[in-house]
């Protein structure tokens, strides 16, 4: 059995260890990185070559829906991109260092939304979490303005907002 699967290994790149077969010394995370990358770069070309491919598909959907030819939609220049996940699949830890380090380096990219997606965060996600800072930024302004006047505004309650919103339940 581990001789088929040694076999299977090599033809398809899928490491040893994920077809189930144990070995007496276990593998450092390097190697376990590196009887990976093959695959992610393998996986990392499909995507590139089949992101075109989902484009055109796209359109041909949208032609269907609005009852439109291919050449017509494709003659409007509609933007669409195939967004695909990190085929390394890194942990969340893992992913947040990465980025973080790459804040340290490009500073102005914890401004950019890339950050965000690169985090894991659906475009829903992103758009409310731009929302919520802009609350923030909007009440900070708001104090800001009002400090020393005597005026005190109501400050916000998420977890009591959500539950009037559900109505009390949880």
Wanted: aromatic share 4%; proline share 5%; charged share 25%.
């Amino acid at each position: 059995m581990r001789s088929l699967a040694s076999r299977f290994s090599g033809e398809t790149n899928v490491p040893l260890s994920e077809l189930g077969v144990v070995s007496d010394n276990p593998s450092s995370a390097e190697a376990i990185y590196a009887a990976k990358e093959a695959l992610v770069v393998e996986a990392q070309n499909l995507n590139a070559d089949n992101g075109e491919a989902l484009a055109h598909v796209a359109l041909m959907a949208l032609a269907i829906k609005e009852g439109t030819t291919y050449a017509e939609q494709a003659a409007r220049r509609l933007r669409i991109c195939p967004k695909f996940r990190n085929p390394a699949m890194p942990s969340v830890v893992t992913q947040a260092d990465a980025m973080l380090k790459d804040v340290q380096a490009v500073p102005w990219l914890a401004e950019s939304d890339v950050l965000l997606e690169e985090l894991g965060f659906s475009d829903d996600q992103i758009q409310r979490l731009r929302s919520d800072r802009d609350r923030a930024t909007s009440r900070a302004l708001v104090a800001a303005a009002t400090s020393g006047t005597g005026i005190e505004l109501p400050k916000a309650n998420p977890a009591a907002a959500a539950g009037a919103l559900l109505g009390g339940e949880r």
